[in-house]
């Protein structure tokens, strides 16, 4: 593996499962520090850190609710103690309360913007000063395909995600002096959890609409992640799509 990342200290939230779990590894198998955050799964976090530090790679594990001002910048704090600075921040950390706009509460609206729009902003205001110390960083904002098109039944979801593309795009010009990039990357349909818990039916209704037939690979995104914290050096404001031609932009 190369190791353009050596030494660097990268924090990923929501990183217990599903696409923050992939980018811990692919981060960590690049020479990266990682950050595994985890609001309740401590016991997933845990075999991740203990799988990487079997490896011989440096990670630990920081419980902190992202929807929280006050647990982010204590997982700031711990992974500024523990390594030194911050060169890397994936805001990755989301759930999902679907439900139709008639039906969906003031509470399930509430939890799905604080947990994966408002989180965005704590981490990264956490984050920044952090960044500016160390002469640069790299921000990687998850959004969506369904912040770019909408979804029946996801409007909060759909809301949060459309909300972070734009607070990419604004961060990116005030950070670009500070040589800090912020990138947008909107997944399409990926084989986690929240697609493979689908009904079969459910699951063959969306590949129909896939040009390349079938649902991404939580490691593609990774991958992708890890080029924009290590080689994306001129790519700073922007949204991304990794959808299998699902949607076009």
């Known amino acids: 593996m190369s190791c353009l990342n050596h030494g660097k200290v990268a924090i990923v939230t929501g990183s217990s499962r599903g696409l923050g779990r992939a980018i811990v590894r692919e981060l960590a198998d ?3 520090k990682v950050v595994i955050n985890y609001f309740q ?4 976090a845990e075999q991740l850190q203990s799988e990487l530090k079997d490896k011989g790679q440096e990670a630990i594990c920081v419980q902190a609710g992202v929807a929280h001002p006050d647990d982010v910048q204590n997982l700031i704090d711990t992974t500024v103690k523990e390594f030194g600075g911050i060169d890397i921040l ?5 759930v999902n309360r679907d439900r139709t706009i008639r039906r969906m509460s003031a509470e399930e609206w509430q939890e799905v913007i604080a947990t994966d729009l408002s989180s ?3 981490c990264t205001n956490a984050a920044l000063p952090h960044m500016i110390e160390r002469g640069g960083g790299r921000i990687v904002n998850m959004s969506s395909i ?3 098109m909408g979804n029946l039944g996801q409007s909060n979801y759909a809301a949060a995600k459309a ?3 734009g607070f990419t ?8 002096r500070f040589n800090i990039t912020v990138n947008a990357m909107c997944p399409g349909f990926i084989a986690t959890e929240m697609v493979t818990n689908l009904t079969e039916e459910v699951q063959q209704a969306l590949l129909a609409k896939i040009p390349l037939g079938r649902f991404g690979k939580p490691e593609e995104v990774a991958s992708l992640c890890r080029f924009l914290v290590s080689e994306g050096e001129y790519i700073t404001g922007a949204q ?3 959808n299998g031609g699902m949607y076009l932009q």
Do not use: W
């Open 41 to 44: 799964s401590k016991e997933l």
């Open 146 to 148: 369904v912040g770019q």
């Open 90 to 94: 994936v805001n990755n950390a989301g």
């Open 163 to 165: 909300g972070i593309v």
């Open 30 to 32: 690049h020479g990266c």
């Open 120 to 122: 965005v902003f704590y």
């Open 240 to 242: 991304i799509n990794i």
């Open 169 to 176: 795009k604004s961060a990116a010009q005030e950070f670009a």
